[in-house]
Structure formats: C-alpha cells, structure tokens
C-alpha cells in the first residue's frame, strides 16, 4: 500500500510482525527524503505524543522504570535523545504512578499537555493520603502540580491541553477543570457533574443533558460563553476538541461526528475509539490489525486509509498504551511488536499557527521588589511547536535584551530586567515584542506591547522610582525639595528634607554603589563636598541624612554639574568652574564615589552664565554640555567620549536673556529624550523638548512662582 506523507511517498509493509516505512522510489525530478523515525526500546510501558515530544515510560540501564521525553522533529524524521522526566517504581512510602493492564502487563497513563508537561495518576503512601489518587502533572524530575485527592480508583484525566485541564474523580464523581499554573492570580475551578469534556486554550466544551448540545465554558471567567448544537443523535459521550474541530461520539460503537467551528457545521466519521489530530482522527481497526486514519481537514471525512500494522492485542482500548496521536498539528506515534517505536507523519495540512491562550506580564515591573528580584513572566499557548524570539527596546528604540526559545507548543519568557550585557535596564517605560515561528513553516504570531521598569539603573538627573528627569529645589527656609518629573512634562510630588542653610547648592548625581538609587552630591556653604545616598524618591535629604565626605575647599567652584559619564569608563563624572579664573575642570568619577584629580579642560568660561549636564542629547550615547552665554546665545558642547568635548556648537540665539536658571533635566517628557528645563527672572518655568540630534523645541511653560527658590538644581 502506497500513502502520501507530508508531500512524499512511502510504503508500509511488515517485517516479523513490525512495520516498516521506507521511502519509495520517486520521480527523477524529485529528490528522495528521509524516512520517517523509528527508535528502538527496551519496552514501552505506555506513551503519549503531544507538541512534537514522545513521553514514554520505560526501563532506565538502572533497571526502574523511568517517564522520559523525545523531542521529535515537525516532519518525524529527526527524534532526540530521551531525556529522564521522573521515576515511575515505588517510593520508599509506597507511592506510586498508577498503572492499568496493557499487553506487556501494566501501563502508566501518561496525557501529554504539549507544552513539555505531562499528566498522570498519582497514588499516595503512608500517612494521610495513603491509597488516595491525585491527578499531578509533571514537569521536569520531581517538579509537579497536584491536585485534590480521590477515593482509590476514581481519578480520571479527561484531557490536558497547555495548562488547561479537566478531570473526574471522588465518590459522587465530580468533574473540576482549570488553569494550571498561572504567573497572575488565578480564578477559582470550574466545578461541574460529570459529562463529556474537552479543554482547548482556556475553553471547556461540555455535554449537556441535551442530544447534541455542548457548552463552551470560559475557564477564567468561569462561565458559560456559548452554546452550539452538534446535530449528534445523542447526549454525547465524548468530546475532542483541536482548535476549529470537535470531535463527538454516542459511545466507541455509536455514532460520531466532527464539528467544524468555522462552516458551523457537523460531519460523520467512522465509530470507534480514536483520537483526534489537527484535521483528521485515528482508529485502531483491531479485527483488519490496522491503525485507520480519516482525514477531514477539508470540512468532510475522506475514506480511511492504514498508515501502520498494528495487531489487535489483549486490551480493547489501547489509546496512550501502544499509539497515540500529537493533536498539536503532529503525527502519529505507535509501539510495533519487538518494541520499538514508529513516528508516523499523518500527511494531513495543519490549520495555521494561531495563539490559544497567554498569560502575559503587567505592565510595570520592579526589578528590586518588595521581597527580592522580581521578573516579568509571561507565556503563549499555541495550537503547534514554535520557535521565538522576545525583543525589548528601550525609549530610543534601542534594543536592550533578546531571548529565543523553542521548539515547544509554549513560549516561556522570563525577563529579569537585565539588557544583554547583564547591566540592569533603565528606569523608563520599555516596548516589547514576541514573534514566534511555527516549526513547520506554516506561519508567524507576532505580539507586542510595553513594560514600564523600576528599580533599575536610574536615568540620568534622576531622584525617583522612574527615569523621568527630576529637579532638587532650595527655598529660604532652608528646604532642599526633590521636585518629581512626569512624562506629562511638568513636576508633580515631591520629597523635601530641612535645616540646609543659604548657600546649598545641590547636583543630582548617578548610582555609584550596587543600589540603583542614584547619589546626591550637596556643596554645604563652609566648602564641604558631600555624597548623600540616594533615597529613590522614598524621602528627602536633610543635612544628616547617609553620607560621605569627598572633601573640602569646594567653595573655590561657582559651577557643579554633572554631564554623566564623560571618559567611558562606565562612571559618572563632575564638571566645575573655577570661581577666580572661570577654568573649567573634569573631575572623573572615580570607584568608591570618589573623584580622579581634576583636570583642567577650558580657561576662561565666565563668559557663560549657566553651564549644565545634559546627558546624551545628540543621540550618539555620549554625554554633553550645555552653555547659556550672558548675551543670550545657548550653545552645545558635544562629549567625544574621552573626556572632552568637540568645538562649541550654536544650538539658539538671542535666547532667554531673562532666564537666570537652566538644568538640563533628562528626560521629561518619556519620549527618550532629554529636555531642559529654565526659569525666568519673574519665576515663570519653562520646558524645552529635546529632539535627540542636539537641539530643542519651542518653550512650553510648565509652572509659575518659582522665583523664592533660591536654588534649582
């Protein structure tokens, strides 16, 4: 007999009682391809194919019998090297996987979920639980979710399907289904009388007492969201369901249908236990020792045809014993006589790569936490193996971390907040994407949306939570105040700490220790240069506050400002002017919070009557220098990145002769780019919008009565 498999040939033939598929002769024109897997064991004591991964249960070289998993490729040619997922023998308490009869003597019911997971019947030991069935699904090891505990020989998995699943158990039987295990808070089960059910995404489809009739119950909800009539003659018995089809049948020896969700619309198949793929089912035909598989991806049911010898066996039902079906748009896996294992490509086309549930991150994530690191976690189900790629950008549109992953039915993302570098991200608002490719070639999802981080590396003049630009304020009362920046453009909040005496002058500074809470620098009147830790927004400076001294003699300097990091060596650095001479100096930021030998870089600077730290305005990473002459020229000292500047650029003239403060002020807009913010002589505040290639929009007054301050820093 001649079948066609995933656009090629091959023939099934017997050997000594296994089947054997070899490729066939074709046409010159077309090259032959690689015969479907086949993998040899030492016996198969139950098995189960979901999301392209064979989960068995066989014997270790140790002599235990051991649950292990196959990564098995999208066209079955390729299989993997098993790997251990967990014992299956007697604890040392008793416990145990329960088995049922099979042909080689007992067998363990394994339900595959797809997403590398698998469920199976758990019986319990000594102590409280001893004799009691749990359903536990397992993932690697001894790593598993349990469930309720059941009177011995009640507990059924009814289907498992990512992280959704439905099972029956106790005595009156009852039937909970849910979502296992989810990143966010999770609603509570679904709790029903027993009837046929099925879990697809986060849906479950049930029976009703009505002939033909089932509901779609959403699971987070935990309510009835639709009702559709089959046309089945029957309370249906059973139900499978694979994205856009749901099987139904009236018993293994009654009749059977498939609804297709999309024509809206049932079609007959033949009876008999089958199990259901991505557009087709499969029989085991005990009498013709066949396995029968009808295809109805076309929205009507094909003639069966064989694709594998399979004896009849001992046991009526062998599903999940000696075959079973990869409903995630894969093949076909059955155990021949000498016990080895067939991967079969069922040649029938997969519905296209469609999302069938997520679990998705906030929107805010605090690196720090409030009882340690946090993560955003996040994942997709899909309805076939994919491979993935997770980008986050920051607000320049940079990108600061890749991960990839596959192949699976799920994508797992676990974003620590670290860029690729391993340094944290910054305290902004951050964008990002998942694609995920389907293994088989047959599509792309693509995703996206925004985190905003905190606890981060703290943006540049930046005193809060978030890297939106902040302003230190000195009033006559001898408050200094950290004024809080918002993406609206203006200030709102504040933090104030007291007892500063006139003459404070303030330079918000960078992180300098492991914190992520960027430092103060405070000049106190007597000379006294001071390090004050940073708070993060959470309180305000006083003059007791944590601190360091750097050192003394700081009044000879008219001028503090920090640009960043000026030399690349990671550190931020200090720019001063010399009161006496106008020389204006470099001091590199230097380990410890301490400062290099400062190094003269310009002499003669009094012509400027405001010199301020920009940070990177230009776009190039570098941090710059902005200069306000006294005739009302703005000009820009581009950062070359070693700890000098390129020559003077115009960036505006005749420009606010009336100010008499300007702090460039970071970001403040949460555009990613920084801003400037002025006062003017009648204590009118203005922002000045960056635009990342050095130079600014139009002045937008943000604020009035500014003018007591006696300082803005």
């Not at 039915?409 to 902004?428: C, I, L, M, P, Y």
């Not at 293994?439 to 943006?459: F, K, L, M, R």
């Not at 909040?493 to 500074?509: D, E, R, S």
């Not at 360091?548 to 550190?571: A, H, M, Y």
């Amino acid at each position: 007999m001649t079948t066609f498999v995933r656009g090629r040939a091959a023939l099934v033939g017997s050997v000594v009682g296994a089947t054997v598929l070899t490729t066939a002769v074709l046409p010159a024109e077309a090259a032959p391809t690689a015969a479907p897997a086949v993998v040899a064991t030492a016996g198969t004591n139950g098995l189960d194919f979901a999301g392209g991964r064979l989960n068995t249960v066989e014997r270790s070289p140790s002599g235990d019998q051991v649950v292990y998993e196959r990564q098995v490729s999208a066209d079955g040619v390729t299989v993997a090297a098993r790997e251990s997922r967990g014992y299956v023998g007697s604890y040392a308490n008793g416990a145990h996987f329960r088995s049922v009869p099979c042909d080689v003597g007992a067998c363990v019911e394994l339900v595959g979920a797809g997403n590398g997971s698998f469920g199976v019947v758990f019986v319990g030991g000594e102590g409280d639980d001893a004799g009691l069935e749990s359903v536990q699904y397992r993932l690697s090891g001894t790593s598993h979710y349990g469930g309720k505990h059941y009177p011995a020989g009640t507990a059924k998995i009814v289907d498992l399907t990512g992280r959704s699943w439905v099972v029956n158990g106790g005595s009156a039987t009852e039937q909970q289904a849910g979502v296992h295990p989810s990143y966010r808070s999770t609603s509570d089960l679904v709790v029903r009388k027993p009837t046929a059910a099925s879990v697809w995404g986060t849906t479950l489809w049930a029976a009703t007492s009505t002939a033909g009739a089932l509901t779609a119950t959403d699971l987070g909800q935990r309510k009835v969201v639709q009702t559709l009539a089959t046309g089945a003659p029957c309370v249906i018995k059973e139900v499978r369901t694979v994205g856009r089809w749901i099987y139904w049948n009236c018993g293994t020896t009654g009749a059977a249908g498939v609804y297709d969700r999309t024509a809206k619309k049932s079609f007959t198949v033949p009876s008999g236990p089958a199990l259901v793929g991505d557009g087709y089912l499969v029989r085991h035909d005990r009498t013709a020792g066949k396995l029968l598989l009808t295809d109805f991806h076309t929205g009507k049911a094909a003639a069966p045809r064989a694709v594998a010898d399979l004896p009849a066996g001992k046991t009526a039902d062998q599903r999940r014993l000696t075959w079973a079906v990869d409903k995630f748009g894969g093949d076909i896996a059955y155990v021949d006589a000498a016990q080895s294992i067939h991967i079969v490509p069922s040649g029938v086309p997969a519905q296209p790569l469609a999302k069938t549930a997520s679990d998705v991150g906030e929107t805010y994530m605090d690196i720090k936490g409030l009882y340690g690191p946090e993560a955003w976690l996040s994942t997709w189900q899909f309805n076939k193996p994919v491979t993935w790629t997770y980008t986050v950008k920051d607000l320049t549109g940079r990108t600061v971390r890749t991960l990839k992953g596959g192949s699976g039915t799920e994508t797992g993302v676990e974003w620590d907040g670290r860029t690729d570098a391993g340094k944290f991200a910054g305290n902004s608002r951050h964008t990002w994407t998942l694609r995920a490719t389907a293994e088989d070639g047959s599509g792309t999802y693509t995703t996206s949306g925004s985190i905003t981080v905190s606890g981060g590396t703290a943006g540049f003049h930046d005193q809060g939570l978030l890297s939106t630009g902040d302003l230190v304020t000195l009033n006559p009362s001898g408050g200094l105040t950290v004024q809080f920046g918002q993406t609206s453009g203006s200030f709102s909040g504040k933090k104030t700490g007291t007892g500063w005496p006139a003459g404070t002058l303030a330079v918000p500074f960078a992180d300098t220790g492991s914190d992520r809470c960027a430092e103060l620098l405070v000049r106190i009147p007597g000379g006294e240069l001071r390090q004050y830790t940073g708070r993060c927004g959470n309180s305000g400076y006083t003059p007791k506050s944590s601190h360091t001294t750097i050192g003394k003699g700081w009044q000879q300097f008219d001028v503090l400002t920090s640009p960043g990091d000026l030399n690349g060596d990671g550190r931020a650095d200090l720019l001063a002017r010399q009161t006496t001479t106008g020389d204006m100096y470099l001091l590199p930021g230097a380990a410890g919070g301490k400062f290099a030998p400062k190094v003269r870089i310009y002499t003669n600077w009094k012509t400027y009557a405001q010199i301020t730290g920009v940070g990177d305005i230009t776009g190039d990473g570098r941090a710059d220098l902005l200069c306000h002459d006294r005739k009302g020229g703005l000009w820009r000292y581009n950062g070359l990145g070693n700890g000098k500047f390129a020559p003077r650029a115009q960036v505006f003239s005749g420009w606010g002769s009336s100010y008499d403060a300007m702090v460039g002020v970071g970001d403040l807009t949460g555009d990613g780019k920084n801003d400037i913010v002025v006062r003017d002589t009648a204590g009118k505040l203005y922002r000045n919008n960056g635009n990342g290639k050095g130079s600014f929009g139009s002045r937008t007054q943000i604020a009035t009565g500014w003018k007591p301050y006696m300082g803005i820093f």
